[in-house]
């Protein structure tokens, strides 16, 4: 049965990414935000003494709340996002995962799992981002640093960090494994394959033999009310205005373009650009010894190889790349600029650091012609005149929206554009045009959701505005007998089919059993099923549970498949899986992983029992109401 259960689980997630490198990320990302965050952020918990900050939280809580809105998509999750159940269930959840994640760090240290230079130097030299043409690029390398608000200490105390999580991992993969013998039985029932033949019995043509009386209709509406509950609905009439309405009446003039190139002058203007290449010293003493030799005839990239201290720039003779201004700090680059090409400086101290700094290549900043970039002057100018355009078109509509509010008809007119009008539609159901938070709660909680009023100009984008008028709202309810007759009817007609057409195959069954020939039973050709693959789950389920044919002869069984039709299905034979090596390695990572995960499910269990967790209840408090 455990071993059923296993199979279960991977034969729904059998190409899903890696488990443990996930969390390894998830880990490094929030347990090395104290060392790179500020220290004057207040503390949303303390772990053990460690701080937990609110910025931390926060940015979780809207990295996971951009998620869940990916997952769910626009119409189900405006109808969850503003209910209380999910905003609690959030920060609770979001705030214990970072609790766990700062246990599991902190355990990493207790360990006193050690990770070396020479590892971290590996590990940032094979990292594939950096990776230009096969090879490690110090100029990618340094726009990470640059756009991360990184130095080269701070990143490497970063990898120190993923790399002790990463060792904690594989010993947590070491903890459970399964032997050979388990891992051949294991893999021999998840690809094992078994040929069916299958004989179909639409249930659609046994429910129109069916009949539903009035009085079993009743009886289960009486038995059931609670299942026919509907919710709260509203019909509206909306005025959806969008850059369309504006653009219409958009012409750019040639003075307007020749005025904007003259006041946006710089944004015409590439940025001068140099390539440098530096030998950084620990102390000026080492940079004066290092500028000495320079003027003695030594090669700059010879030097940079041998003495630079930053060692990942000196494997490529101390070459920065190319490097825009305001990339470096500002004494690295004033000291770069009054240098000619080719030249290098005398020793310049940035913070602390003493550097020699040499241009290899200039580029000068060029102004670009008007004919070079009058496409992007006419469209930067559209968009100026159309959002002009734009918002006073919705300042007139939204005007006579407010004067006018027996209607949304005489505000349409203003912009040229018609009254849109829905049927009836609950939070769960709102139609794509009206599906924003700020319009949802305008419709089912604000005074427009008690009808017969105008809303005012709600803002769903850029340059896209909504007006409602709701023009019934029906309160919360259970449905009536009448509304809900249908529904039962079908749900009768469908369960009393169901029912006789399994009595029906089970009889058939078992005269199969009993070599009986039933000529009303059509097989279909023959098919294999391997029980990796998980077809058709309630199918699935039954064929693989039902016992191997002997002597020859077939095993039947009557089943429903996931659509409710009724199978008779007819297993002839079984083979035991037999995957190659490739892919039963894959299959023992996966399990592997899927027994890490409770271990490391119990270890936070047991950390967490030991740990002094201190929550910031005021806080929290502020971030619920």
Not at 82 to 110: A, C, H, S, W
Request: aromatic share 8%; no cysteine; glycine share 4%.
């Amino acid at each position: 049965m455990l071993f059923m259960e296993k199979m279960h689980h991977l034969a729904s997630s059998w190409v899903a990414k890696a488990i443990l490198a996930a969390i390894a990320i998830s880990f490094v990302v929030s347990g090395m935000y104290g060392y790179l965050g500020s220290s004057l952020d207040s503390s949303a918990a303390k772990v053990n003494g460690e701080e937990i900050s609110q910025q931390q939280f926060q940015q979780r809580y809207n990295e996971e709340y951009q998620r869940i809105s990916q997952q769910l998509g626009t119409t189900e999750f405006a109808a969850v996002v503003d209910t209380p159940e999910f905003t609690n269930g959030l920060r609770t959840r979001v705030l214990n995962d970072l609790i766990d994640q700062e246990l599991v760090r902190q355990y990493t240290k207790e360990l006193n799992l050690a990770v070396s230079d020479d590892a971290i130097k590996r590990a940032i030299v094979t990292t594939p981002a950096f990776q230009e043409n096969g090879k490690f690029s110090n100029e990618a390398y340094q726009y990470m640093l640059r756009n991360n608000n990184m130095n080269a200490d701070m990143y490497a105390q970063y990898l120190r960090e993923a790399l002790r999580l990463d060792q904690l991992q594989q010993g947590l993969i070491g903890t459970d494994f399964l032997t050979p013998e388990q891992q051949k039985e294991f893999a021999k029932a998840f690809f094992q394959q078994r040929t069916v033949r299958l004989a179909k019995f639409p249930l659609a043509a046994e429910m129109t033999k069916q009949s539903v009386s009035e009085q079993e209709i009743q009886d289960y509406y009486n038995k059931n009310k609670n299942n026919f509950a509907m919710p709260e609905m509203v019909k509206v009439q909306y005025i959806d205005l969008t850059k369309a309405v504006a653009e219409k009446s958009i012409k750019v003039t040639d003075v307007e373009i020749q005025q904007y190139y003259q006041d946006h002058k710089s944004e015409f203007t590439t940025k001068g650009q140099q390539r440098l290449a530096h030998i950084q010293f620990a102390n000026e003493k080492e940079a004066n010894e290092g500028y000495a030799a320079l003027q003695s005839g030594t090669d700059f990239a010879e030097l940079a190889k041998t003495k630079s201290t930053d060692k990942l720039s000196a494997k490529n003779g101390g070459d920065l790349g190319w490097l825009n201004t305001g990339d470096l700090p500002k004494n690295f680059e004033d000291a770069a600029a009054v240098l000619d090409v080719g030249h290098y400086s005398a020793p310049v101290n940035v913070d602390g650091s003493f550097h020699i700094i040499k241009v290899v290549e200039r580029k000068e900043s060029k102004e670009l012609p008007l004919d070079q970039v009058r496409g992007r002057i006419i469209d930067a100018v559209r968009q100026d005149l159309l959002a002009n355009q734009f918002y006073a078109i919705e300042k007139q509509v939204a005007e006579k929206a407010f004067e006018d509010q027996s209607s949304l008809a005489a505000a349409a007119a203003v912009a040229g554009v018609k009254v849109n009008e829905t049927g009836y539609f609950s939070r769960r159901e709102i139609p794509a045009e009206l599906n924003f938070p700020v319009v949802s709660s305008a419709m089912f909680d604000g005074d427009v959701s008690q009808g017969n009023v105008n809303s005012e100009s709600m803002n769903v984008g850029d340059q896209h505005s909504i007006l409602v008028r709701v023009l019934d709202h029906k309160a919360e309810g259970i449905k009536s007998l009448d509304e809900a007759k249908a529904e039962i009817s079908t749900l009768l007609t469908r369960q009393k089919a169901e029912k006789a057409m399994l009595e029906s195959a089970d009889k058939i069954v078992a005269d199969l059993q009993q070599g009986k020939t039933q000529d009303e039973v059509k097989f279909g050709a023959a098919e294999q099923w391997v029980y990796a693959e998980n077809k058709d789950p309630a199918l699935n389920n039954v064929i693989f549970a039902m016992p191997k044919p002997e002597n020859g002869q077939p095993t039947y069984k009557a089943a429903q498949a996931n659509n409710g039709d009724v199978v008779i299905v007819a297993l002839d034979a079984v083979k035991e899986g037999d995957p190659d090596a490739k892919l039963l390695e894959q299959l023992n990572a996966q399990t592997l992983q899927a027994q890490a995960q409770e271990v490391q499910a119990n270890l936070v269990k047991s950390l967490r029992a030991k740990a002094k967790i201190e929550l910031n209840d005021a806080f929290l408090k502020q971030e619920a109401e």
